[in-house]
């Protein structure tokens, strides 16, 4: 049986929002902020702040480290390009590493390997709902002293150690757009235990405006030459989560345990009908961690593999390359190079990756099948090859 994940306590929310005649959050809102509260204490950060996107999470958590332009950024070469774009448009330079053959997720020698003295931070994509090995790149981290976004944006309710995915780095940022674990059909959330982060953060993502939240203090506006000012302290732009978001999303926080567990009961249905399979590797799971698949990743011939995301090989990193500048004018060093062969270990792997679906919507019986037909697929190239 398929299960639809929408339906009467999101239209009870919805229906609460339009009653109040207040579809923002504005000074009044309600749902996005009972969402960034009840966020908090589930994940277990000191504040949250709801955004519009993801993409705007990334951005946002980003601003919130106080970077500059030119400041280099080192991100995975093997993510979805919603990972590095934020990084362009804060005026920072992408610096992309070398990830795990095994997982895609970035190895602490690669992170090493492209640190240079204008490295300051590092986005660490848990991909697919697997948790990095954190320890050892907090570890490159504080010696080199760069600051740590955790990009969860798929891995909600991720372990490593005991820990959940998220509370480990300085900053954590979430994507709930439609495919996402928890979702508003677009939305973000980002998260930290630093009051000054969120305080940039929550400016950033109000056009330079502090309207915080937890009570802490903002300044006000002052008047300039006797003229009243309105209170852009910074540049930013308007990423507010509307409270029709923060109805949905509230919504389904309530749900998350439940699409946890579905998810679970598919990626075990796929494991048992893949288990033992040749050419077919399951998931590699770091030791002490405990992933909560987004999709579910499993390694096949190249011929049968469908993972597309390698950033710098994308249109857009090809025209910086040619311009030796980043889409929005900051030059690049002569050693960042967006060429094929930059992470030969990452371009390698990553196109052996098909990742199948255990969204909670499926029912069973379509995840098995969708597991036994890669099964007979990779059977059959096989068989051709003579293998
Ligand atoms: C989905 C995603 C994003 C961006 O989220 P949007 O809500 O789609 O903007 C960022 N990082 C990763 C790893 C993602 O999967």
Redesign the pocket.
């Known amino acids: 049986m398929s299960d639809p994940c929408f339906g009467e306590v999101e239209l009870a929310f919805l229906g609460e929002v339009i009653d109040r005649q207040e579809l923002w959050r504005g000074t009044r809102g309600n749902f996005v902020a009972r969402l960034e509260e009840a966020f908090g204490q589930r994940l277990g950060r000191d504040y949250v702040l709801g955004v519009t ?6 951005e946002t958590a980003l601003a919130g480290l106080g970077l500059e332009p030119g400041d280099e950024v080192i991100c995975p070469a093997t ?2 390009l ?2 590095s774009m934020p990084v362009v448009s804060l005026g920072c330079i992408p610096v992309f590493a070398e990830t795990d053959p095994r997982t895609l997720i970035l190895s602490p020698e690669g992170i090493e390997a492209r640190v240079t003295p204008k490295t300051r931070a590092i986005v660490v ?1 848990h ?1 697919f709902g697997q948790p990095a090995p954190m320890d050892e790149i907090l570890a490159v981290a504080r010696r080199h002293n760069l600051k740590v976004v955790e ?1 969860c ?2 891995a909600y309710d991720c372990y490593y150690k005991a820990r959940k995915a998220g509370t480990l780095g300085d900053v954590v ?1 979430f ?3 439609q ?2 674990h928890l979702t508003s059909g ?3 959330l980002v998260a930290t235990d630093d009051p000054e982060v969120y305080k940039r953060a929550a400016m950033y993502a109000n056009c330079g405006m502090p309207w915080f939240q937890y009570g802490l203090e903002a300044p006000r506006a002052e008047p300039l030459a006797g003229l009243r000012t309105r209170g852009h302290y910074t540049f930013g732009h308007n990423y507010r989560m509307s409270e029709l978001q923060g109805a949905v999303a509230l919504a389904q926080l309530g749900k998350l345990d439940a699409f946890n567990a579905r998810r679970r009961e598919h990626a075990a249905i796929i494991e048992s009908e893949l288990r033992g399979a040749a050419a077919i590797e399951l998931p590699y799971v770091y030791p002490d961690t405990t992933p909560n698949y ?1 999709f579910y990743p499993v390694r096949v011939p190249v011929a049968l593999g469908t993972y597309s995301e390698i950033n710098y090989l994308e249109v857009v990193y090809q025209r910086m390359q040619q311009e030796r500048r980043t889409s929005v004018g900051y030059p690049l060093p002569d050693y960042v190079q967006y060429v094929p062969g930059s992470c030969p270990q990452a371009e390698a792997a990553a196109p052996r990756f098909r990742n199948l679906s255990v969204h909670p919507s499926l029912p069973s019986e379509a995840v098995r099948e969708g597991a036994r037909s890669l099964r007979e697929a990779v059977q059959t190239h096989c068989e051709a090859r003579g293998e």
Do not use: I, Y
């Not at 996107?53 to 990334?58: D, E, K, L, P, Q």
């Open positions: 996107s993801g993409t705007c999470a990334n993510a979805p919603f990972v994509v991909l990009d944006a798929q940022c994507s709930m757009q495919s996402k677009e939305g973000g987004w």
